[in-house]
C-alpha cells in the first residue's frame, strides 16, 4: 500500500464481522453491520498544537482499534477497502 496519511489522519483497514448469525443464519451483504474494528496501517504524524508544536498522535501502526460505524473516509485500492480517518474518530485501542 502507497498512502501516507497527512497531520492527524490514520488510514485503518476494516475486519470485517461474522458472515453468520449465532443461530448458523447466513447474511447477505446489505444485512451486514458495517465494521467497527481495524487494524492502523499508517499514520500522519501529528496534530498541529496552537504554539506550532506537532503533537504525536496516540495510535501506531499495527494497533487494533474501535471505531464508530460510520465515521472515516472510505477508500478502495487495489481492490482492498481502506478507511482514512482523524485520530479523534478513534474510541479505543484494544489490547
Known sequence: MNLKPLADRI?????EGD????????LPDNAKEK???????????GRLAKNGEIMPLSVKVEDRVLFPSYCGTEVKIGGKKY???SESDILAIIQ
Open 11 to 15: 488510514v485503518v483497514e476494516p475486519i
Open 19 to 26: 458472515e453468520k448469525t449465532a443461530g448458523g443464519i447466513i
Open 35 to 45: 465494521p467497527q474494528q481495524g487494524k492502523v496501517l499508517a499514520t500522519g504524524k
Open 83 to 85: 478507511l482514512i480517518m
